[in-house]
């Protein structure tokens, strides 16, 4: 009877190891794509907060319209916005 329960064993004993591989890799991938994502998330908020004041700073100074500080600090958010997706990939 031992005999018959011993192939089963072989036939199951690969298929158990290439799961756990294959659950291995994809916890690997998730946890890379997770540090990314919060890279890029604090990357984009530090350009966010960093927008806000160059913007109030540009206003005090008054050198410039208020519609040249807002694009100043458009052009600050997409700053962050590009280094985001520079992390990402």
């Given at each position: 009877?031992?005999?018959?329960?011993?192939?089963?064993?072989?036939?199951?004993?690969?298929?158990?190891?290439?799961?756990?591989?294959?659950?291995?890799?994809?916890?690997a991938m998730a946890t890379e794509q997770s540090q990314q994502r919060n890279q890029g998330r604090a990357a984009?908020?530090?350009?966010?907060?960093?927008?806000?004041?160059?913007?109030?700073?540009?206003?005090?100074?008054?050198?410039?319209?208020?519609?040249?500080?807002?694009?100043?600090?458009?052009?600050?958010?997409?700053?962050?916005?590009?280094?985001?997706?520079?992390?990402?990939?």
């Open positions: 009877m031992s005999h018959s329960t011993l192939p089963a064993w072989r036939a199951i004993l690969p298929a158990a190891a290439a799961a756990t591989l294959l659950f291995v890799a994809s916890t984009n908020q530090s350009k966010k907060q960093e927008a806000r004041t160059e913007k109030i700073d540009c206003r005090q100074a008054n050198n410039k319209s208020n519609a040249a500080c807002r694009q100043d600090k458009r052009d600050t958010k997409q700053d962050g916005r590009q280094e985001k997706r520079d992390i990402k990939y």
